[in-house]
T-cell receptor, first 114, second 111 residues
Framework: NAGVTQTPKFRILKIGQSMTLQCTQD?????MYWYRQDPGMGLKLIYY???????DKGEVPNGYNVSRSTTEDFPLRLELAAPSQTSVYFC?????????????FGQGTRLTVV | GENVEQHPSTLSVQEGDSAVIKCTYS??????FPWYKQELGKGPQLIID?????GEKKDQRIAVTLNKTAKHFSLHITETQPEDSAVYFC??????????FGTGTRLTIIP
């Protein structure tokens, strides 16, 4: 049982480049999330989705975009990478809302923008 | 919005002793309080949670207490073991899609 799978694990981007962080889950969860984790700052919600075709902004959405065309996949797009986007990104999924049920996290993507 | 403060940021404990991590929250409407453990190089994993209609919950060596009046909750780990070394995050939610996380506590168990 794979759970939540994120790719890539590591990436270095140059300022202004774009990339997509991939996230897929095999638990048939409706809810999916993207968080960023900065040192000493905890996890901040970027975007979330309550089901295929539905996405909404979290606490720190600027500079990111998401889509949810299937239940399984929830990619995160960075269009114009900036140094402030250097962070560790976590994708998560949950059967119900994460505020009432367990959220399952992927292993993370460490992104450096130089 | 919700604000969650977590203390201490680092904690070193002798193996076999107890560890306590404390969190305070600002939104009196929050009613779900999970604790996540993050091991090195991995994503966070839920270890225990508590809802606002309960004051304490235990699961083997781990317990969580909640004081709704004071708006704080705590994680207690007894008989600590080396595998307890990790970063621990508290979180709070109104029971919707959004979890607000604390800033984390790095727990080190000294053999």
């Amino acid at each position: 049982n794979a759970g939540v799978t994120q790719t890539p694990k590591f990436r270095i981007l140059k300022i202004g480049q774009s990339m997509t962080l991939q996230c897929t889950q095999d638990m048939n969860h409706n809810y999916m999330y993207w968080y960023r984790q900065d040192p000493g700052m905890g996890l901040k919600l970027i975007y979330y989705s309550v089901g295929a075709g539905i996405t909404d902004k979290g606490e720190v959405p600027n500079g990111y975009n998401v889509s949810r065309s299937t239940t399984e996949d929830f990619p995160l797009r960075l269009e114009l990478a900036a140094p402030s986007q250097t962070s560790v990104y976590f994708c998560a999924s949950s059967l119900g809302a994460s505020g009432i049920t367990e959220a399952f996290f992927g292993q993370g993507t460490r992104l450096t923008v130089v | 919005g919700e604000n969650v403060e977590q203390h201490p940021s680092t904690l070193s404990v002798q193996e076999g002793d107890s560890a306590v991590i404390k969190c305070t929250y600002s939104d009196s409407a929050s009613n779900y309080f999970p604790w996540y453990k993050q091991e090195l190089g991995k994503g966070p994993q839920l270890i225990i949670d508590i809802r606002s209609n309960v004051g304490e919950k235990k699961d083997q060596r781990i317990a969580v207490t909640l004081n709704k009046t004071a708006k704080h909750f705590s994680l207690h780990i007894t008989e600590t073991q080396p595998e307890d070394s990790a970063v621990y995050f508290c979180a709070a939610s109104r029971g919707n899609e959004k979890l607000t996380f604390g800033t984390g506590t790095r727990l080190t168990i000294i053999p």
